[in-house]
């Protein structure tokens, strides 16, 4: 079973920054797809960014240019920068695993941006 920890939430001005982390427990790590999606208030979890292999990645429209996710596989660990945050990046973000059958989520980290 794989567990996920998120950390690094906040609170944060418009045009701050955040970083988040998330590091899993997990036999198999350096091939699986981590990702990270959010969920504000009355809508949908969306997909934020993911990353697969070590450079392979893909972005949600609203964060490119902005937001960069990495992994640390000797960490088993996956970071999401954020830059230039906006009050439409409030929410809650999950940190997501992927690998064959398995899919996994943390318990999610709150995310607030301030006008």
């Known amino acids: 079973q794989v567990q996920l920890v998120e950390s690094g939430g906040g609170l944060v001005q418009a045009g701050g920054s955040l970083r988040l982390s998330c590091s899993a427990s997990?036999?198999?790590?350096?091939?699986?797809?981590m990702g990270w999606y959010r969920q504000a208030p009355g809508k949908q979890r969306e997909l934020v960014a993911t990353i697969r292999s070590a450079v392979i990645t893909n972005y949600a429209d609203s964060v490119k240019g902005r937001f960069t996710i990495s992994r640390d596989n000797a960490k088993n660990t996956v970071y999401l920068q954020m830059n230039s945050l906006k009050p439409e990046d409030t929410a809650v973000y999950y940190c997501?695993?992927?690998?064959?059958?398995?899919?996994?989520w943390g318990q999610g980290t709150q995310v607030t941006v301030s006008s």
């Open positions: 997501n695993y992927h690998f064959a059958t398995i899919d996994a």
């Open positions: 997990a036999s198999i790590f350096s091939i699986s797809t």
